[in-house]
């Protein structure tokens, strides 16, 4: 039975400094996930398929390409990626060849899949990287997608987010079987008539909001009988030991003010009398009298989720 195995990944974000909130040394602990990434890659044989973004800025020292080069070579990879908007200069997609990125697909004997694509006897995967349309499916395979563009699992991140497509957006808008984006630092996968949209998330915690991230790779597998996948966990460290302590309080902090409102929301939803037996006009109902932008954004996700909009006159 012929098979073809990749692991879909995004948002790598390779880079030498260390953010801010953290406190270790975070190229050296990026350089083991990737070492990780890669073997879990080798052993599997499978490709790596990325969404974009693999370094975090085009100024990088030679070095750290090099040293990424020499791992990559190492383990045999095989990238099939797209341009994200930190890896192009300027953000801009025609500086493609005057990048990092495209130093590290040379050296792999690749070039991006804007401009070749992967054929086997089993698949086509193609690319769309970031301001970039996306190519028409090729006949007679299994079509898979690797873009750089923002695409949620239902709806928009923060109040008046508007620039995205959901998953099942481009899986309605599109042909393909699998579609691996990037740009989103949240992990998701949508699945509708046995065909996906996976959203591996960032590969690193770089920011206070993910404290409790745990970043994660899908390893998929495609057959004559079907698509499966898994989820694999990329290994961390304990938080404790990478960010700083004043980070962590932070976050906590502001946790316990969101635990704080969602009690108040509870009390306030426990004290509602319904006066119709229907979910939307009820949600409409709370919407109406609630003040907290916060709990507001919740509830329009609760109404999209179900494919509905509330309306507050």
Not at 97 to 106: E, H, R
Not at 266 to 284: A, R, V
Request: one cysteine or more; glycine letters at 4%.
């Amino acid at each position: 039975m012929t098979e073809f195995k990749f692991i879909a990944c995004s948002d790598i974000h390779i880079r030498k400094t260390t953010p801010i909130a953290r406190k270790d040394l975070f190229y050296s602990s990026h350089r083991r996930k990737l070492a990780w990434l890669f073997k879990l890659a080798q052993d599997n044989n499978a490709a790596i398929v990325c969404g974009g973004d693999v370094f975090d800025t085009v100024s990088i020292p030679h070095y750290i390409i090099e040293d990424i080069v020499s791992l990559a070579l190492r383990y045999d990879v095989q990238l099939l990626t797209v341009y994200g908007q930190h890896d192009l200069r300027y953000h801009v997609y025609s500086s493609y060849k005057n990048t990092p990125l495209a130093i590290l697909l040379t050296a792999l004997h690749n070039k991006h899949l804007d401009i070749q694509p992967f054929v086997n006897d089993v698949v086509a995967i193609q690319g769309a990287s970031w301001g970039r349309p996306i190519p028409d499916v090729i006949p007679g395979k299994l079509n898979i997608l690797a873009t750089h563009r923002m695409v949620t699992e239902n709806g928009g991140l923060w109040e008046g987010h508007t620039d995205f497509k959901t998953g099942n957006d481009l899986l309605n808008l599109t042909k393909y079987d699998i579609i691996v984006s990037g740009d989103n630092h949240k992990s998701f996968i949508c699945e509708k008539d046995s065909r996906f949209v996976v959203n591996s998330g960032s590969f690193a915690r770089t920011t206070t909001l993910q404290i409790e991230y745990e970043p994660r790779v899908v390893l998929f597998t495609v057959k004559d009988s079907g698509i499966t996948y898994e989820w694999i966990k990329v290994p961390i460290r304990e938080h404790a030991l990478v960010f700083k302590e004043e980070v962590i309080e932070e976050y906590h902090d502001k946790l316990a003010l969101t635990q704080e409102q969602l009690q108040a929301f509870t009390t306030q939803l426990n004290s509602y009398k319904m006066e119709k037996p229907d979910f939307m006009y009820n949600l409409q109902e709370i919407k109406r009298s609630l003040v907290n932008t916060g709990i507001v954004s919740i509830l329009d996700k609760i109404a999209l989720k179900v494919g509905q909009k509330i309306k507050v006159s």
